[in-house]
T-cell receptor
Framework: AQSVTQLGSHVSVSEGALVLLRCNYS??????LFWYVQYPNQGLQLLLK??????LVKGINGFEAEFKKSETSFHLTKPSAHMSDAAEYFC?????????????FGTGTRLQVTL | EPEVTQTPSHQVTQMGQEVILRCVPI?????FYWYRQILGQKVEFLVS????????KSEIFDDQFSVERPDGSNFTLKIRSTKLEDSAMYFC???????????FGDGTRLSIL
């Protein structure tokens, strides 16, 4: 079975500061990992994905994440926060079964960006 | 850019009533999913659907739930006799292939009174 743990349900950063959202995964086989963002009253938008190619993955809006197998982590970072980054961020894991495979989500981290 | 559309955006229903949530997946996608998010909790998988049959379902997806692709464009989730605990945001998603990226709609907020 696969699972993800997101440390910190709320993270607050100043505009221009580094954003670091933590995600650790548990999987019996090499996983596919994802970060989704949810803006208020909207659906889930894919930020980036790891699918066993490069361990450093670049996504949209300046976000990136690094897959570290030794630490079972897939933390999301952005060098400089913008007010528009305020949203809820979800880490998710999926097994590669070759068929319709479900996403298992973490509990989410709400990012607040202050002036 | 093509997107998944869900209707209605908000549905209010009396407990015990049947409700149907509708989704129009992206047109060339073949795999369809429903997830739900109870307020303040994480997004949970309900069911996946491919080739007109359920591929996988979670423990949540009991006999009160059913899914259907009634025509070439719609994908529906039916809850036969709603309970208070069914109140949640329901998300539809679709992907080109099974391993493909899942694209999500904006969700239907279901409120059971």
């Amino acid at each position: 079975a696969q699972s993800v743990t997101q440390l910190g349900s709320h993270v607050s950063v100043s505009e221009g500061a580094l954003v670091l959202l933590r995600c650790n995964y548990s999987s019996s086989v090499p996983p596919y990992l994802f970060w989704y963002v949810q803006y208020p009253n909207q659906g889930l938008q894919l930020l980036l994905k790891y699918t066993s190619a490069a361990t450093l993955v670049k996504g949209i809006n300046g976000f990136e994440a690094e897959f570290k197998k030794s630490e079972t982590s897939f933390h999301l970072t952005k060098p400089s926060a913008h007010m528009s980054d305020a949203a809820e961020y979800f880490c998710a894991v999926r097994l590669d079964t070759g068929t319709a495979s479900k996403l298992t989500f973490g509990t989410g981290t709400r990012l607040q960006v202050t002036l | 850019e093509p997107e998944v559309t869900q209707t209605p955006s908000h549905q209010v229903t009396q407990m015990g009533q049947e409700v149907i949530l509708r989704c129009v997946p992206i047109s060339n996608h073949l795999y369809f999913y429903w997830y739900r998010q109870i307020l303040g909790q994480k997004v949970e998988f309900l069911v996946s659907f491919y080739n007109n049959e359920i591929s996988e379902k979670s423990e949540i997806f009991d006999d009160q739930f059913s899914v259907e692709r009634p025509d070439g464009s719609n994908f529906t989730l039916k809850i036969r006799s709603t309970k208070l605990e069914d109140s949640a945001m329901y998300f539809c998603a679709s992907s080109v292939g099974g391993p493909g990226i899942q694209h999500f709609g904006d969700g239907t907020r279901l409120s059971i009174l």
